[in-house]
């Protein structure tokens, strides 16, 4: 779903917030000389594209996605699969060393359902990282049309439906707009 061009627009934005996360990963390898991750509704690609292989195994990572999509697992060495809602996980409180989400809890539902996924976040591990975008940013992040967010909800559904935005194709109806 997202671009991982190591000079798209994105990538500024994404390498900087990931160099807050690399520091926090090797203070606690530092600690523990290994890391239990859980991503909550996110990919493989994303740790892969963003962090590497080398540092991944490096830090001793294990990472455990929670996603409500089937993924296929590949560097089963460092990741596992559990397909599961991210709002009510089967661990045990305080489980993991960090609880990871990367512009997830913005799409589990309404209201309630965003405070049982933040819940969630603060249950798994004494650490957590819950990026979403920013709405005073002037670029919607998955459409990449500028200030889409602000825009009213008949016009959003209107360039859906006639145009492939970003990380969309055209929308067949309203519904799926």
């Not at 606690?28 to 493989?44: F, H, N, P």
Request: with cysteine; glycine share 2%.
């Amino acid at each position: 779903f997202y671009n991982y061009e190591k000079k798209s627009f994105f990538s500024s934005f994404r390498s900087n917030r990931s160099i807050l996360i690399k520091q926090f990963l090797l203070k606690v390898y530092k600690s523990k000389k290994s890391i239990k991750i859980v991503d909550l509704g996110g990919s493989e690609d994303y740790w892969i594209n963003i962090f590497g292989i080398k540092f991944l195994k490096k830090i001793n990572a294990k990472i455990t996605i929670i996603n409500i999509d089937n993924l296929k697992i590949k560097k089963t060495e460092i990741f596992d699969f559990l397909k599961q809602d991210a709002c009510n996980s089967t661990f045990d409180d305080s489980y993991f060393d960090l609880a990871f989400s990367n512009s997830v809890i913005e799409h589990v539902g309404n209201f309630k359902k965003q405070i049982l996924f933040a819940n969630e976040h603060l249950r798994l591990a004494k650490f957590y990282y819950c990026q979403t975008p920013n709405k005073s940013f002037f670029m919607d992040p998955h459409t990449f049309v500028p200030y889409f967010f602000y825009l009213n909800k008949n016009i959003q559904i209107f360039l859906l439906k006639n145009f492939s935005l970003g990380n969309y194709q055209k929308a067949k109806n309203n519904k799926e707009a």
